[in-house]
């Protein structure tokens, strides 16, 4: 008679097929968060000082979808921006990139948002937070806090000739959809709050695609941001 397991076995995570690469220089703390992701979700981890140091011959990593932690701690937001940007650049492809450590009193939000930002992490973020927000993004939906989407589509700045060309190309209601989908409201949210039915917004949103020249409800997001 085999004896009784007295501690439930533990299932491992079943992978995303996603690779992470974790950019700062805080080797330490960093290699803590890659071993973290790592268990939390089955898949691979590298660490980097940069991102000129990101291996480009890892068997582990060759072939899976890239999600990049950049570390905010003791950077220069405009450097970091640049550095993005040139990543960006480099490497042609939809890949999310998302911020860690980052400062709550951060004033550069919008600017990395436009920059392709999909997520953004602060300094008290609690594990089980962390975590939620990685999940959020690997899914393709951006990690925000509605106050944050809310300010950077209201806050008033002023628009291009050509930004405000492309929104008269939408309707009023769809505005209100697309403002709505910016600040991370649901299909059935959305419906709620305009009195409508769900498949009343997926006709709206297949339009709205269509007009702006979007793929998806990240991207309508980010049009959003730099558009309304």
């Known amino acids: 008679m085999s ?3 007295s501690k439930k076995q533990k299932i491992p995570p079943t992978s995303n097929g996603m690779s992470f690469y974790i950019v700062g220089t805080r080797r330490l703390e960093n290699e803590l968060i890659a071993s973290y992701l790592e268990r939390q979700t089955g898949d691979p981890c590298v660490v980097a000082e940069n991102v000129n140091h990101i291996p480009t011959n890892n068997a582990k990593t060759n072939g899976r979808p890239k999600l990049v932690f950049w570390d905010c701690r003791g950077n220069n937001f405009k450097s970091l921006i640049a550095e993005l940007r040139a990543w960006t650049i480099r490497n042609q492809s939809a890949n999310p990139n998302v911020l860690f450590n980052v400062p709550c009193d951060m004033e550069f939000e919008k600017k990395f948002l436009l920059e392709g930002i999909h997520g953004f992490f602060y300094e008290n973020d609690p594990l089980d937070v962390f975590m939620k927000g990685v999940q959020t993004v690997i899914d393709g939906k951006l990690w925000l806090s509605r106050d944050m989407m809310t300010k ?6 002023a628009k291009d ?20 989908v910016a600040v991370g409201a649901t299909n059935d949210e959305i419906a709620d709050r305009l009195c409508i039915s769900p498949q009343t917004v997926k006709t709206h949103l297949y339009r709205i695609f269509k007009k702006i020249n979007v793929p998806n409800r990240v991207q309508a997001a980010l049009w959003a941001a730099q558009n309304l």
Request: charged share 20%; aromatic share 4%; proline share 3%.
């Open 152 to 157: 950077c589509i209201f806050e008033g700045t």
């Open 3 to 5: 004896p009784a397991i």
């Open 161 to 180: 000739n050509s930004a405000k060309s492309r929104r008269g190309n939408l309707s009023q209601r769809q505005i209100e959809i697309l403002a709505l």
